[in-house]
């Protein structure tokens, strides 16, 4: 007899226990939105200053470095044209040498420079991203949303009503003393 019941029990608790789950499971709602960055660069005010900012930038580190590079292919041609000549092998061997350490110096000064490129960039974007990442936030918290995704994010759907780049850019520009 307590056998029966104890396995009665057992079998109403199991049953149960997926009730009680499934309505649990039932209750929460995720609030999601999605944001098309791309929308957003392409939009937002301050992106567009900042992009003209740092090509300006960029392109007068261009200027700059061209002199250096172009320093840097003389010397070489030079040394190109020395060995092409009559050399003793002592004078070759100098000359290979210098060669290969011109053009590593050379090769070093053009990776420092794209470096330098990528640096004004990133320094000139990075407070923007904040702005944009950090008004994000606020609009999610504003609008109970539990997680907003990237457009791009491999997102296979989601109805356009979830799409909240709109008011995101609109506030964004709004700050920024721009409205549509």
Same mark, same amino acid.
């Given at each position: 007899? !307590?056998?029966?019941? *104890? ?35 392409? $939009?937002?005010?301050? *992106? ?13 580190? !261009?200027? $700059? ?31 290979? @040498? ?9 090769? @070093? +000064? !053009? ?7 990528? #640096?004004?960039? #990133? @320094?000139? +974007? ?55």
């Amino acid at each position: 007899m !307590r056998l029966k019941r *104890f396995l009665l029990l057992t079998l109403v608790a199991a049953l149960a226990v997926p009730v009680v789950l499934y309505a649990a499971e039932e209750e929460k709602v995720f609030k999601y939105a999605y944001v098309n960055m791309e929308r957003v660069v392409d $939009e937002y005010v301050l *992106f567009k200053e900042v992009r003209e900012e740092a090509t300006k930038k960029i392109d007068e580190a !261009r200027v $700059e470095d061209a002199a250096k590079m172009d320093e840097y292919q003389e010397n070489l041609k030079a040394l190109e044209e020395k060995l092409d000549g009559p050399l003793t092998p002592e004078a070759k061997a100098e000359t290979v @040498d210098t060669y290969k350490t011109t053009y590593e110096e050379a090769l @070093d +000064f !053009r990776n420092s420079a794209l470096a330098k490129y990528k #640096r004004i960039e #990133r @320094d000139a +974007f990075e407070p923007v991203y904040k702005k944009v990442y950090e008004k994000i936030e606020s609009y999610a918290v504003k609008k109970d949303y539990e997680v907003v995704f990237d457009y791009s994010a491999i997102l296979l759907y989601a109805d356009e009503k979830c799409d909240v780049t709109e008011e995101v850019i609109s506030e964004l520009n709004e700050e920024a003393g721009i409205s549509k």
